[in-house]
């Protein structure tokens, strides 16, 4: 996958200016928009505790998808590490969200599958994973979807990179993954594993 489009899947900045936007209201223009619920899956339950790394994966990113739910550029630490360029990114977009009183009633990514590429050690994994997202629905103070409802993302691979420390997991990278369509279907048809972990994934 090119890596701009990567970039684009992982900073708001792109993905709100796809989406349409502002709406009109709060920047002089004339956007067109849409009531709907403001109440979503956007992922604001309880998450259950991970087995193995997949399932960190998994919950960092249903965390992301919370915090973009509520756009709090305080909480990016609670899901990225500071090395990692996603978290500036994000907080640079959380930041235009909460001034323009903006969310996402929809999930910013979603994981469709991931597996253990590498373990170079007991406190770092990357995996190959499988992401996508449904139509966007990002809204304003009054649940109006700003530019209409956006197309979503179609299945694509990135790799993730993820680091523990202080006993806490964090994407620390995030790039994009070339895998022939056969990988690609063979991850999403696995999804997350939920069997007992092996060497290779067990926290």
Known sequence: MPARL???????????????????????????TTVVPVSSTATTEPLPEPTRVEQVLARLLAVRNQVFA????????????????????DRTSLVDLAER?????SPQLELRGARVASRPGPDEVALEAVVGRPPERIVNRTGAVIGGQGQGLPNFPARFVLRRRDGNWRLAEVGSLELPPDAVAAIVAAGVPTGPPDDASRL
């Open 6 to 32: 990567l970039a684009a899947v992982m900073s708001l900045v792109a993905l709100a200016g796809a989406c349409g936007g502002a709406d009109g209201e709060e920047n002089g223009g004339s956007t067109t």
């Open 70 to 89: 509520a756009p709090d550029a305080n909480r990016v630490g609670e899901y990225a590490a500071d090395e990692c360029p996603c978290a500036e990114q």
């Open 101 to 105: 009183v903006h969310h996402w009633a």
